[in-house]
């Protein structure tokens, strides 16, 4: 083939592999059996082998970089990444929900989210390429953990439609990653992680991004940095579909509530479902919905007044005390 030809098959390949690892990591239903999958693969690093000049940062072979970091750049956050008040129980919910009324009236309508215990991250596409990931660090300045970031099936490398956008979410281990990555640290005598959000955040500040790639993490989104209206949205369960249209993960067990009634439904149901779930949530993230309604509420100094996370008391763990007990 020649050069123009070879663009265009490289072209081809990115767009055949990013729908197939799309339908793969982030619908789970594959489209390809992987044996289909691997032998493009095989035909995209070949070209790219041959011709360094096509290899692009939104390549598929490009997700687990070579190189091991000295550290981690500083990355100072467009908007700040802040923090969530808190609510502990129902009274706590409804005093919150008065607070809301008294400011924006009764017609207020609410967004429930569950609340992903992992680290909080942030992404930045531009013209629809992932080009920087970090961390929340104190809100202002995270840490450049792009590379580690790339390494994450649920991230596109590419999104649906180029576009210039950041979003912000939380990354996770699943509760069976992180029981199989304790195991293999206690056959090898290593310190165990305490829980899934340590094991998130110790794997994602690994200088080696193949130590990261191996971890198994995944992510939910939950917002837009910066002003979600210049994308056309009125509305947080609005910009949520809209990270979906985009080929970005949400959770899909948000909830829009048109009462604090409702609110406190979602919480009671999934405080009981929560032991079956497949990650670990330490509560639910209860939000305005509409963006004139969060205007006008709008932050105190660290949080936002639209927003409130309702905290469940920790998981019970069974420890072997207890089964000495029954024995
Ligand atoms: N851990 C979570 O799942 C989570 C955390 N934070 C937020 O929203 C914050 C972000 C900006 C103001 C509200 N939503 C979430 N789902």
């Excluded at 923090?83 to 706590?92: G, I, K, Y």
């Excluded at 110790?202 to 993490?217: E, F, M, T």
Aim: proline share 4%; glycine share 6%; net charge negative.
């Amino acid at each position: 083939m020649d050069k123009v030809e070879l663009e265009k098959r490289v072209e081809e390949l990115h767009k055949l592999l990013h729908e197939y690892g799309y339908a793969y990591y982030v619908l789970d239903q594959p489209m390809v059996p992987d044996a289909v999958y691997d032998q493009y693969l095989k035909e995209l690093l070949a070209i790219e082998a041959d011709n360094p000049d096509l290899i692009f940062p939104d390549s598929p072979t490009q997700r687990v970089g070579g190189n091991i970091l000295e550290g981690f750049e500083k990355v100072t956050h467009k908007t700040p990444m802040l923090s969530l008040s808190n609510a502990f129980n129902e009274e706590d919910l409804r005093d919150f929900d008065r607070r809301v009324k008294a400011v924006v009236g009764e017609s207020v309508r609410y967004v429930c989210e569950l609340k992903i215990d992992g680290l909080a991250i942030s992404l930045t596409y531009e013209n629809g390429t992932f080009v920087l990931g970090s961390t929340r660090g104190d809100g202002t300045t995270g840490e450049n953990i792009t590379a580690n970031l790339r390494t994450i099936r649920t991230i596109p490398l590419r999104l649906k439609n180029d576009i210039s956008i950041e979003v912000r979410g939380e990354a996770y281990m699943p509760k069976k990653s992180f029981n199989k990555l304790n195991e293999e640290r206690e056959q090898k005598g290593e310190d165990l992680f305490a829980n899934p959000r340590n094991a998130a955040a110790g794997s994602l500040r690994q200088l080696d991004p193949k130590i990261a790639a191996s971890r198994n993490l995944s992510i939910f989104l939950y917002s837009i940095g910066g002003d979600p209206e210049q994308y056309g949205l009125d509305s947080h369960s609005e910009s949520l579909d809209y990270l979906d249209e985009m080929g970005l993960t949400t959770n899909k067990e948000r909830r829009v509530c048109q009462t604090i009634d409702e609110v406190v439904e979602y919480v009671k149901e999934w405080h009981d479902k929560r032991p079956n779930l497949s990650y670990e949530i330490d509560g639910i993230v209860v939000k305005v919905d509409r963006f004139i309604h969060q205007q006008e509420l709008g932050f105190t100094a660290k949080s936002p007044r639209w927003a409130t996370a309702y905290k469940f008391p920790a998981e019970e763990v069974v420890t072997r005390l207890i089964d000495i007990e029954l024995s």
